[in-house]
């Protein structure tokens, strides 16, 4: 038997009401880690709650950007999220899973405490 690959894809949303501050550029500040960790949290239930959950891993924030344009009151969050793919299965449903997560986020309007830009979700498989 050939052992399942992990494998990546990318999740990116803007936070609509997380003020952008220039201390969630470094990672090693104390709004960063506590950012990141929440919104690893989130992510994580979200996604252990979908299709993909049997095999689902995790998800780690890798950033934060201000938002689109010159707004600073947004934060674009970039998150890798990893899962196990067995041989021969099929290859992410990046479709589906923008779906499931739009869902879930009452049409990418609420993730937790956090307000989201409903046109701002990404999934890259």
Do not use: W
């Not at 239930?45 to 689902?56: A, T």
């Not at 201000?66 to 290859?91: I, N």
Request: aromatic share 8%; proline share 5%; charged share 25%.
């Amino acid at each position: 038997t050939t052992a399942a690959a992990v494998e990546r894809f990318t999740v990116n949303f803007t936070i609509t009401n997380l003020p952008y501050t220039s201390d969630l550029e470094n990672p090693d500040s104390a709004r960063f880690k506590a950012s990141r960790r929440v919104m690893n949290m989130l992510l994580d239930r979200l996604l252990k709650d979908s299709s993909i959950g049997p095999v689902f891993q995790g998800c780690g924030t890798t950033g934060f950007r201000y938002g689109l344009g010159s707004d600073r009151d947004q934060t674009r969050v970039d998150a890798v999220c990893t899962y196990s793919k067995e041989p021969g299965a099929e290859p992410l449903d990046r479709v589906g899973l923008y779906h499931q997560v739009s869902n879930k986020t009452r049409g990418i309007t609420q993730l937790g405490p956090y307000s989201l830009d409903k046109d701002s979700l990404y999934v890259n498989g």
